[in-house]
């Protein structure tokens, strides 16, 4: 087995600077999650590129992902299933989107179910 290549992007973006008085500056994530009561939330069921499995999305959630991932974690103990968070999306198996509206409703989201 040949050893990985390291590259740029293996550093996490850092550069090195030979200027004495440089400051590497980190990103600071200032974004704000929303409460409950304004998120807008979108429920659907999504059979595209999987298969043929259906696959409930929720979409529309704004703040930290760190908050998207709590909330998608909760939902799939809820729901008793598996599922992943990706790009702003919640992927729960199968078609639950009656069961994850009702838990959403009851946490105090706007919820709407969305396409077909």
Do not use: H, W
Request: aromatic content about 4%; hydrophobic content about 30%; charged content about 35%.
């Amino acid at each position: 087995m040949k050893p990985k290549k390291n590259s740029l992007s293996d550093l996490g973006g850092i550069m090195y600077s030979t200027n004495p008085e440089f400051e590497y500056e980190e990103e600071v994530d200032d974004t704000v999650t929303a409460p409950n009561q304004q998120q807008d939330l979108r429920v659907m069921l999504d059979k595209k590129n999987r298969g043929g499995k259906a696959v409930t999305l929720v979409t529309g959630f704004r703040g930290k992902q760190e908050d998207l991932d709590v909330l998608g974690k909760m939902l799939k103990t809820k729901c008793g299933v598996g599922g992943s968070v990706k790009d702003g999306e919640i992927m729960i198996q199968g078609d639950v989107r009656d069961k994850v509206m009702g838990i959403l409703q009851k946490d105090g989201y706007k919820v709407k179910k969305a396409g077909g």
